[in-house]
């Protein structure tokens, strides 16, 4: 049975480069072997950084790191050179912004709202419409 996610893995064209940005934007990293491997870790997940000789244009990871203030770490990033793809987009779910690693794998950054899930789940639930029909069981305000 699977317990957690152990470990993401990005191919990166160039290695050193990679380890630079990903130590910049304030991953650990447990260790490097240069033009080999590095790794990084973030809470419990590894994330590996492979060599790769492709440069295959934008690669959407599905990556997303999680941050308390998105506005505040987009400028932050932003002033340090971070490429970022576009604005931070607001969601009833939360905030998000893409930008990419100089491998051109694309991350999101996001900041979860649950508040604003909590409320719009209990106003659907009480009006009773865009429900899933079984009210009483898929729209409840603690989902």
């Known amino acids: 049975m699977l317990k957690k996610l152990g470990m993401a893995i990005l191919m ?13 934007l304030g991953l650990t990293l ?4 240069d033009n080999q491997w590095a790794e990084f870790a973030l809470g419990d997940t590894k994330i590996g950084l492979c060599p790769s000789n492709k440069s295959e ?4 990871t599905g990556l997303v790191f999680e941050v308390e203030d998105l506005k505040n ?6 002033g340090e050179g971070v490429e970022f ?6 969601k009833i779910h939360g905030m998000m912004v893409s930008f990419k690693d100089p491998s051109d794998n694309v991350i999101d950054l996001y ?3 649950p508040d604003k899930v909590r409320d719009l789940v209990t106003r659907v639930a009480q ?8 009210k009483e069981t898929c ?3 603690d989902a």
Not at 12 to 24: Q, S, W
Not at 30 to 33: I, M, Q, T, Y
Not at 57 to 60: A, N, V
Not at 127 to 134: F, S, W
């Open 30 to 33: 447990k260790f490097h072997l």
């Open 127 to 134: 009006e009773g419409d865009g429900c899933c029909g079984a």
């Open 73 to 78: 770490t987009y400028q932050k990033f932003k």
């Open 111 to 113: 900041q979860p709202t």
């Open 139 to 141: 729209c409840k305000a």
């Open 57 to 60: 244009g934008l690669r959407k």
């Open 12 to 24: 990166e064209h160039d290695l050193e480069k990679a380890v630079i940005f990903y130590k910049n």
């Open 85 to 90: 793809l576009h604005e931070p987009i607001e």
